[in-house]
């Protein structure tokens, strides 16, 4: 099967790189093997996406960017990619299934939670440790957690929590927090969150189940237990970099490195949202970022390419 562009990943980068192209005409197909929308999916309040007054759910907002894109004829294939071939003017796509082609491809593969790595944390996750407080905070009414971290993540998804949990700590390895300013002040306002300031988890300990944690203040040296249900982590995420060939040049965190038109260091290989190396991740710029690198796209088809036709 042959496209003018592969997207792959159907986050907020990927739905808008999809409706960009397929606005403009060209034959595009968007690969997702999970679910539509991405990361912002557990996202049970965005309120900072411009033209929306009210806060809506993550899933509502890709919901609607997956049907604009459909609208104008993208097509959605949910196959596993396995392998691509990224060079010259043909780009190749393998799935499980079917062998695809392409002029351009556009990488929006996303990025995924970090771990804290400690004992206990592979143990319990699922049974009190956990990375979605969206997913899993309705289970922890009346219970005592903690959220481990300092980002917008840490502190809003905490916020969210204390609609259930009796009581919120926020451990933080430093004495100040990363998140946006708006975000802290709420958190400091609310009667629900504790801080736990210069302190890292050691070890999340229980039986069945998570009991407690262990807490090591990194400045008196002093180690404690607290008693506690449940364990969220937000500790910044990394890139789904995995199916990337080495051709393709990345930060030293593993984020691809492009240039202002989205473009990597391979001829026809753009890359837009979370997995790009950048200075800020949010639904707004993955999105400017997808719009941007299916302009590119088309552009470099229509350079390299004596037709736009397939
Ligand atoms: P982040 O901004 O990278 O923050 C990660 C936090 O975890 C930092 O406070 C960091 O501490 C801490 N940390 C990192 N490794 C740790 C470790 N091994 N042990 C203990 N703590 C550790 O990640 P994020 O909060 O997931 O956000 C990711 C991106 O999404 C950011 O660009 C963020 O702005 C964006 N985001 C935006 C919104 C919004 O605008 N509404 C919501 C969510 C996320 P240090 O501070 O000491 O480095």
Redesign the pocket.
């Known amino acids: 099967m042959r496209y003018d562009i592969i997207i792959i990943g159907a986050g907020p980068a990927g739905l808008s790189a999809a409706i960009y192209s397929a606005r403009g005409g060209l034959k595009t197909a968007i690969f997702e093997k999970g679910m539509i929308g991405g990361q912002i999916n557990v996202?049970d309040e965005?309120e900072?996406y411009p033209g929306f007054e009210e806060p809506l759910s993550g899933f509502d907002l890709t919901d609607k960017m997956h049907k604009q894109a459909q609208r104008f004829g993208a097509d959605f294939i949910d196959e596993e990619i396995t392998a691509m071939g990224l060079e010259g003017l043909c780009k190749i796509v393998e799935t499980t299934e079917n062998k695809y082609r392409a002029k351009s491809v556009i990488i929006c593969t996303g990025a995924h939670?970090?771990r804290?790595n400690v004992p206990g944390e592979e143990q319990f996750t699922g049974r009190g440790v956990s990375y979605c407080a969206t997913c899993d905070g309705a289970l922890y009414r009346d219970k005592t957690v903690a959220v481990?971290?300092?980002?917008?993540?840490?502190i809003?998804e905490g916020l969210f929590l204390t609609r259930f949990a009796k009581k919120v700590y926020v451990i933080?390895?430093?004495d100040s927090?990363?998140?946006?300013k708006i975000?802290q002040d709420r958190a400091y306002k609310n009667p629900k969150m504790e801080f736990i300031w210069d302190s890292?988890v050691q070890e999340i300990r229980g039986e069945t189940k998570v009991q407690d944690l262990e807490i090591y203040n990194r400045k008196t040296n002093q180690i404690t237990h607290i008693p506690m249900d449940g364990v969220f982590i937000?500790?910044?995420?990394l890139p789904n970099n995995e199916l990337l060939e080495s051709r393709i040049e990345l930060d030293s965190s593993g984020f691809v490195l492009t240039d202002e038109y989205m473009h990597t260091n391979v001829p026809g290989i753009y890359a837009a949202g979370d997995i790009r190396h950048t200075v800020?991740?949010?639904v707004v710029t993955a999105t400017s970022d997808g719009a941007i690198a299916a302009w590119s796209a088309e552009k470099w088809i229509i350079e390299n390419y004596d037709s736009l036709e397939v």
């Open positions: 996202t965005v900072n939670p970090r804290l481990v971290g300092g980002g917008d993540s840490a809003e933080h390895r430093r927090l990363r998140a946006q975000i890292v937000y500790v910044g995420i800020l991740r949010q």
